[in-house]
């Protein structure tokens, strides 16, 4: 079997499409037991970068792109709501958070193994292959909010996102770190790679996060405020028929009490993306 890693000069690579180029973006590979995992660590202009598709989908701005904007029509001026946007398959329940120890615990090895240095990597993109297990504080994080998740969400909901596949869909992990400033293009995930069925978790401070119909007409445009261990799932019409994104600014108007609004400054925040592989998305070139 080949690994999409082992032959970045193949135009069959699994990064040949715009998918999470940041601006620090290169990519390099580490091998951990049974988990691919993909750094995004440095500037390159190598055009064999396994991350060297224009930002289009799918992009990391650096504060110095979209911060301080605060003209009128701004997305800095979209109240972003604090209760589930009415999407059909977004699924947030502000109510039950990732446990505070679990979060803590998990945003500290995390930090450790991939964040320690300021000028490092900001995005890690973990891959299991089918039927291995994500490393262990993922691992812990994802049977978490599968607990958290069950008695909210319809069952065939919460097997999509987290029963085990018969079919060989490999599990990918991606942890995004975002400073204040920093944010992501909005951008559907990418169709020919993932499943439907994507769960993530803020971990230390909160954001807003945008969504928008790709076709118009299909509903309003809006901002929905994540806090810090929350849990939002996307699928179905949510998944394919919506963009998601996180504006690139150091602070986010969120809806106060009593039809007030207020504004919260954004402080690091540490993201965990759980998606599944297309069948087969994971191989390149002859299995
Ligand atoms: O940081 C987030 O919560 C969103 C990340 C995201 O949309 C992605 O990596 O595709
Ligand atoms: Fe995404």
């Known amino acids: 079997m080949e690994w999409p890693w082992d032959d970045d000069d193949d135009t069959d690579s699994l990064f040949d499409e715009p998918l999470a180029a940041r601006d620090n973006a290169a990519g390099t590979v580490q091998a951990s037991g049974n988990v691919e995992c993909v750094v995004n660590d440095d500037d390159d202009d190598d055009a064999d970068s396994l991350f060297d ?120 992990a991606i942890v995004n770190r975002y400073a204040p400033g920093e944010g992501i293009v909005s951008h559907v995930d990418l169709l020919g790679r993932y499943g439907d069925g994507i769960a993530g978790v803020s971990l230390g401070a909160g954001c807003t996060m945008s969504f928008a119909p790709v076709e118009e007409g299909d509903g309003e445009p809006c901002g929905m405020w994540l806090p810090p261990r929350s849990v939002i799932a996307l699928e179905g019409d949510a998944r394919y028929k919506w963009t998601h994104g996180i504006a690139a600014r150091s602070y986010d108007i969120v809806e106060g009490e009593n039809g007030s609004s207020e504004r919260i400054e954004r402080g690091t925040r540490v993201s965990i993306t759980f998606r599944w592989m297309l069948p087969g998305a994971h191989v390149v070139g002859d299995a």
């Open 53 to 172: 598709e224009p930002a289009a989908s799918q992009s990391i701005c650096p504060s110095a792109l979209a911060d301080d904007d605060t003209s009128e029509s701004s997305p800095a001026t979209i109240v972003a709501r604090r209760s589930a946007a009415p999407i059909p398959g977004l699924h947030f329940d502000d109510l039950s958070p990732v446990p505070e120890e679990l979060a803590s615990s998990v945003l500290a090895q995390l930090t450790t193994q991939y964040f320690s240095r300021q000028d490092g990597p900001n995005q890690i993109m973990l891959f299991t292959r089918p039927s291995d297990s994500l490393p262990a504080p993922l691992d812990l994080l994802l049977a978490a909010i599968s607990d958290l998740l069950r008695p909210s969400l319809p069952k065939e909901v919460h097997d999509l996102l987290f029963a085990p596949r018969g079919d060989g869909c490999a599990r990918q």
